[in-house]
C-alpha cells in the first residue's frame, strides 16, 4: 500500500481514469495507518496498539471537495453511475484533494467503501505537449 501512495502520478498515457480523493480523507487514512512517505515499511492496517486512541478513518467522505450548490441539482439515474461531481473552485491539489490512479482507489474503496467517486480522465493538451494533464473542473453547459 505505502508503494501505491508513493507512486501517485498520473499515467502517462490519454484517456486514462483518475480519481479525486479528499485530502481531509486521506490525512485521517495517513495518521490511522502511521503512514511515513519516508519509511521503507509497508504502512499498517492491522488494528492499532490499544494505548493509541487514532478513530480509523471511516468510509471515504468526499463532502469536502464536492461542490454543494451544483451537486443537488444533478440528479443520477439510479441504474447509471455518475462520476462527473463538480468540486469547488479554488481547491489546491496534494492539498485539499490527490488524484489516484484506479488500482488506489479500488484498493481504498474496497476496505473502506463510502464516496462517492469523482472521476476524471487524463488527456494531451496538444500534439506539442505530451505531458499527460486532468481537466478537475469541468465545463458546465446549460441548455435553455
Known sequence: ????????????????????????????????????????????????????????????????IIDDEISPLIDPKPEEAYTNYPIKIGLEEDKDYLMVDQRLWDYLQQIYGGGPEILRYTYFKSERDMAPSVEVWLQKVSFK
Open 1 to 64: 500500500m505505502g508503494e501505491l501512495l508513493k507512486k501517485l502520478s498520473i499515467l502517462e498515457k490519454a484517456n486514462e481514469p483518475v480519481y479525486l480523493i479528499s485530502g481531509e480523507w486521506l490525512s485521517n487514512w495517513k495518521e490511522y495507518v502511521s503512514y511515513d512517505p519516508n519509511d521503507k515499511k509497508e504502512v499498517n492496517e492491522d488494528i492499532m496498539e490499544e494505548e493509541e486512541t487514532v478513530l480509523p478513518p471511516g468510509p471515504i467522505s468526499q463532502a469536502s
